[in-house]
């Protein structure tokens, strides 16, 4: 078992910066790779960027390219979402996953462990 805890939500002005952390414990040591997805009221969840533990390879979603920022702390099991420039769009339940392949994965199905979702509120 994988436990995923999601924190750093909250309301921000557009234009304005958040970070989300996101902290694993458990059997946490055959997790590859760790992604954010999110979702807003009535679509479905969205990829937004994915990293792997081991030698930090990331990739994004084409929406948040250049504006968000996946790193993480190996030794705190704790992986970080900056977001920057934000936009009111960006409003939605933010999840982190991880799952066990090794590659960066973008559909939501790879993940087997989700993470409860934290809020982010972008005001206009």
């Known amino acids: 078992q994988v436990q995923l805890v999601e924190s750093g939500g909250g309301l921000v002005q557009a234009g304005g910066s958040m970070r989300l952390s996101c902290a694993a414990s458990?059997?946490?040591?055959?997790?590859?790779?760790m992604g954010w997805f999110r979702q807003a009221p009535g679509k479905e969840r969205e990829f937004v960027a994915a990293?792997?533990?081991?030698?930090?390879?990331?990739k994004y979603g084409d929406s948040v390219k250049g504006r968000f920022t996946i790193s993480s702390d190996n030794p705190k099991n704790t992986v970080y979402l900056e977001m920057n420039s934000l936009k009111p769009e960006d409003t939605a339940v933010y999840y982190c996953?991880?799952?066990?392949?090794?590659?960066?994965?973008?559909?939501?199905?790879?993940?087997?462990?989700w993470g409860q979702g934290t809020q982010v509120t972008v005001s206009s």
């Open positions: 996953a991880t799952n066990r392949r090794w590659a960066l994965d973008i559909r939501e199905y790879e993940y087997d462990y």
């Open positions: 458990g059997r946490t040591f055959n997790r590859y790779v």
């Open positions: 990293r792997r533990w081991s030698d930090g390879s990331t």
